[in-house]
């Protein structure tokens, strides 16, 4: 079932997983059809913009955050189809982190807090998978 946010559980169990291998990360992701800043739309907001407008701002930080702990954006992309099996997805980002250290550090950035709001602002719900890379 689409969320927003890992439960407490979902983060201790990825935090405290004994593997610390490469780890891959398949997030699906649904967007707001207008980005919600509320009362204090930062400087870069553009009234009406799309909520994937907002969460792409949130994916350049993050990415250049990832980076600086090692990790990579290796896919950013629009839903083209449903190939197989059907979903009501706008988009799929594909990071790769050397191991699951280097993701905790990106989210620990920081500029997540200012970055944050930018997927606040334009993102409805997503999936995230994280993969082994053995």
Known sequence: MPAF??????????RDDTYDGPIGQVNLLR???????????PAEHVPGESGAD???RYADAFGVAAAEAGGTCLLMGTVERYFIG?????????????????????INHETYGEMHRHRDAG????????????
Do not use: H, S
Not at 5 to 14: C, M, N, S, V, W
Not at 87 to 104: K, S
């Open 54 to 56: 907002a969460y792409q």
């Open 31 to 41: 967007f707001k059809p207008k980005a919600d800043y509320g009362a204090d739309a």
């Open 123 to 134: 993102l409805l719900c997503q999936e995230l998978l994280t993969v082994r890379q053995e």
């Open 5 to 14: 946010q890992p439960t407490a559980d979902q983060f201790r169990g990825f």
């Open 86 to 106: 059907a979903g009501d997805w706008d988009a799929v980002m594909v990071m790769q982190f050397p191991n699951r250290g280097a993701f905790i550090a990106t």
